[in-house]
């Protein structure tokens, strides 16, 4: 698991001039640019946390979750950042806070937004914070399902086996209880997702 702290994320003699300088770097497992990344952008999120009810501590873990969400989707094969890293960093952060502050507050949520931030709506970089927060609640809610209907929507959803294989790769008697069993998870599935929306 990646884990930086700030007195580790000492400036790094290489310069990163470009945005994309340091998504080389982090792809290519190079620690400066992951150190430089993390340096650079930590004033911005630590003072948008600290200036909406948080303290210093929970600056640094939202910042530290932040890191982890940009490292871990910068390495997947086929992604591109479609804004700054500025930008992306400051979206992930922000919904992050905001879904902390939903869950310390019952009464309404006044966020104020650092001056210099850019407009979110730019690119898209709203829609893709909210589409990937979707996936990991989706995740989340596979991964809460437990067996056997993990495995049956994994493969029918994901491996693409169709009734007659999920049938005979799990003891179902014959494709239809294996369709029948299919519909039970996913209303099971959809129960779980919905709940987990509700608690965000």
Same mark, same amino acid.
């Given at each position: 698991?990646? /884990?930086?702290?700030?007195?580790?994320?000492?400036?790094?003699?290489?310069?990163? #001039?470009?945005?994309?300088?340091?998504?080389?770097?982090?792809?290519?497992?190079? $620690?400066?640019?992951?150190?430089?990344?993390?340096?650079?952008?930590?004033?911005?999120?630590?003072?948008?946390?600290?200036?909406?009810?948080?303290? +210093?501590?929970?600056?640094?873990? &939202?910042?530290?979750?932040?890191?982890?969400?940009?490292?871990?989707?910068?390495?997947?094969?086929?992604?591109?950042?479609?804004?700054?890293?500025?930008?992306?960093?400051?979206?992930?952060?922000?919904? #992050?806070?905001?879904?902390?502050? @939903?869950?310390?507050?019952?009464?309404? &949520? $006044?966020?104020?937004?650092?001056?210099?931030?850019?407009?979110?709506?730019?690119?898209?970089?709203?829609?893709?914070?909210?589409?990937?927060?979707? &996936?990991?609640?989706?995740? @989340?809610?596979?991964?809460?399902?437990?067996?056997?209907?993990?495995?049956? #929507? /994994?493969?029918?959803?994901?491996?693409?086996?169709?009734?007659?294989?999920?049938?005979?790769?799990?003891?179902?008697?014959?494709?239809?209880?294996?369709?029948?069993?299919? +519909? @039970?998870?996913?209303?099971? #599935?959809?129960?779980?997702?919905?709940?987990?929306?509700?608690? $965000?």
């Amino acid at each position: 698991m990646l /884990k930086i702290s700030i007195k580790e994320a000492t400036m790094p003699k290489q310069l990163f #001039l470009t945005d994309n300088d340091i998504i080389e770097g982090i792809r290519k497992n190079n $620690d400066e640019a992951l150190n430089f990344l993390y340096k650079t952008h930590f004033a911005m999120i630590s003072g948008f946390v600290m200036n909406n009810n948080g303290s +210093y501590q929970e600056a640094k873990d &939202i910042y530290q979750d932040t890191i982890i969400v940009f490292y871990n989707n910068i390495r997947k094969t086929g992604f591109t950042l479609e804004c700054r890293i500025k930008t992306y960093l400051y979206s992930v952060a922000r919904r #992050l806070w905001l879904n902390e502050l @939903k869950y310390k507050s019952n009464g309404r &949520i $006044d966020i104020t937004d650092n001056e210099d931030f850019l407009n979110l709506q730019d690119n898209g970089t709203n829609e893709a914070i909210e589409s990937e927060i979707q &996936i990991n609640k989706m995740n @989340k809610s596979m991964e809460a399902l437990g067996e056997p209907c993990f495995s049956l #929507l /994994k493969m029918f959803y994901v491996e693409k086996c169709n009734m007659n294989e999920i049938a005979d790769s799990m003891g179902y008697t014959n494709a239809d209880n294996a369709k029948n069993q299919k +519909y @039970k998870c996913l209303q099971r #599935l959809k129960k779980i997702f919905f709940k987990t929306s509700i608690n $965000d």
